[in-house]
């Protein structure tokens, strides 16, 4: 990793400052001002459902498309990120920090009850796993808001190690250029399944804390996006074999992914819902056995690291930092995959041992 990463100076912390601000505030005025469908949420667990109005996918369209007639009409570059990335990263964590404190206070506001001292096991916790489940601002559900600046804010960091490749080299490698073709397909069918995110668990279920803030403010943007400072300045030839292949693994992968979440999500919809031009099978309604959750229990956490494998392939053999990544979000999933199968179990009882004798294979068919 050869290039050069900017100190941080209290000029380089300003300028990153009106960069975060600046952005943060035109995702939020997006998200307020274009129009998007409503949709209702799933049932929460005090019983209510919310309301949402999705335009996420309008949002990183019209991003997408002023970056790309600015860099044409204008010749916007969007390289000066790269220099400002630590700068960037001090400045998001310092937004993480304040929005929690921020949301702590009002949460508190809004449940105090009595004015006893609390405990400092309490106050910690509340801070980390926040206060509200739907905090609010001017309408805005600030928990489903917090994706927009957490991917299209990475999808900009990502384009910017291509911008500054072409300044250093003259050229994008097809490398470069798959890792951005990759991570563009990704945001972008995320967003074309917008809805789907309505029936996570952190949206039904995890209040808006330090955690998820942190999470989407500074980990996914700085932490995704670290592929690309991998590829700047790796500009050897690569074959055309190696390019089909690591694209191979990538679209199934991603068709396994978006597949499998796409039948689940039709699923719990609608319990006849076709699969695969079949009628959806199911256990008493209430499981899928059709379509991937026939092969899998959990199909989707395997579609998804063998997307990240292949961003990470992109950058070749020199570094395993690269793999950080797929190899963390293995052990994130894997873990995550083992906790949801408990929870199941719980929420099913028998019906969730019929689905395991049915469906043996959790994440590899044969193998795990
Ligand atoms: P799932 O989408 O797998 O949802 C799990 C829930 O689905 C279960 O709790 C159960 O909920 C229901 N379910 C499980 N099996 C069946 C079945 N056979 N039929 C019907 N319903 C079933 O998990 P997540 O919400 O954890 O993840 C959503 C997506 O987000 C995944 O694709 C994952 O890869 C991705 N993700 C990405 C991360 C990243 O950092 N990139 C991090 C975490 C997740 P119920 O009680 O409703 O029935």
Not at 116 to 127: A, F
């Amino acid at each position: 990793m050869n290039n050069p990463i900017d100190s941080i100076t209290p000029v380089s912390l300003a300028y990153a400052s009106l960069i975060f601000v600046g952005f943060v505030s035109v995702m939020f005025l997006g998200t307020i001002f274009l129009p998007g469908k409503q949709y209702t949420g799933c049932l929460q667990l005090d019983g209510t459902r919310k309301s949402y109005k999705l335009n996420g996918l309008l949002l990183f369209m019209a991003t997408t498309l002023t970056v790309v007639t600015s860099t044409l009409i204008f010749n916007i570059t969007l390289a000066p990120l790269t220099n400002y990335f630590w700068s960037l990263f001090v400045v998001a964590n310092l937004f993480a920090f304040v929005c929690t404190g921020i949301l702590y206070v009002k949460g508190q506001k809004k449940q105090s009850v009595n004015n006893q001292p609390q405990k400092l096991g309490k106050i910690i916790s509340d801070l980390w796993l926040g206060m509200e489940l739907n905090p609010t601002w001017l309408g805005v559900d600030l928990k489903m808001f917090a994706y927009q600046p957490s991917l299209i804010g990475l999808g900009l960091l990502n384009a910017a190690f291509a911008y500054l490749q072409y300044e250093k080299y003259g050229e994008i490698t097809p490398q470069m250029w798959m890792f951005q073709v990759f991570w563009w397909l990704y945001l972008a069918t995320h967003y074309y399944y917008e809805e789907f995110m309505l029936s996570t668990w952190d949206i039904i279920a995890e209040k808006f804390g330090f955690m998820l803030i942190w999470g989407d403010l500074v980990l996914v943007p700085f932490f995704y996006s670290i592929i690309g400072w991998y590829l700047v300045d790796a500009i050897e030839p690569i074959t055309v074999s190696a390019i089909i292949a690591i694209a191979l693994l990538y679209l199934i992968g991603l068709t396994i992914f978006r597949g499998a979440n796409a039948q689940k999500h039709q699923f719990k919809k609608n319990s006849q819902a076709t699969i695969w031009g079949q009628p959806a099978q199911t256990l008493e309604g209430k499981l899928l056995l059709s379509g991937w959750w026939g092969i899998g229990r959990k199909l989707n956490y395997t579609g998804e690291i063998c997307v990240y494998f292949a961003l990470a392939l992109t950058s070749g053999f020199e570094s395993i930092i690269p793999y950080i990544l797929p190899l963390w979000l293995c052990g994130l999933l894997c873990h995550r995959a083992w906790r949801d199968e408990q929870r199941c179990q719980t929420k099913y009882g028998n019906l969730w041992d019929v689905y395991c004798t049915k469906v043996r294979f959790r994440m590899l068919p044969f193998v795990y």
